[in-house]
């Protein structure tokens, strides 16, 4: 077999080990009901704030405790704890995504990414696009 071709192969079989141990890295979007299955796994979960539930953030008390109520997006709800303050524009997001695992009867979070509603309405787009 000529060098080359050895070492064609070589390259090929490390893009492949690498490829697989990328993908056993790469995390789903899961919802409450597969982190409560599996406690103590991390999982991302995508949901919306629960508005009607009491959102909890007293930074006289504990200024690295936040916690508040999650819908995911099957409908399942859970109590999110995150042990960090809370985020600026965390009431304004249209979206949350959460990473952590569940803990007992709550979500533990140690990252929260925030979906915010766009920066300009349809209007304002429409406006600018006339003045150009």
């Known amino acids: 077999m000529k060098k ?4 064609g192969l070589i390259v ?4 492949i080990g690498a490829i697989i141990s990328m ?3 790469a995390s789903t979007y899961e919802g409450f009901e597969m982190a409560r ?5 991390e999982y991302h979960v995508v949901g919306v ?3 009607e539930k009491e959102k909890y953030y ?5 200024p690295n405790f936040f916690s508040f109520y999650l819908t995911d997006e099957w409908g399942n709800e859970s109590k999110v704890v995150y042990k960090n303050p809370e985020p600026a524009d965390f009431d304004r997001s249209e979206k949350i995504v959460i990473v ?5 009867d709550h979500f ?5 990414l925030l979906k915010c509603p766009s920066k300009y309405t349809d209007d304002q787009v429409k406006t600018a696009e006339n003045n150009s």
Request: proline residues 6%.
């Open 37 to 41: 299955n599996n406690p103590g796994k």
């Open 12 to 15: 090929i079989a490390l893009a």
């Open 58 to 62: 007293n930074p006289q008390e504990n």
């Open 23 to 25: 993908y056993g890295d």
């Open 108 to 112: 533990e979070a140690n990252k929260i």
């Open 49 to 51: 704030l629960n508005r």
């Open 100 to 104: 952590g695992s569940m803990e007992g």
């Open 4 to 7: 080359s071709s050895i070492i």
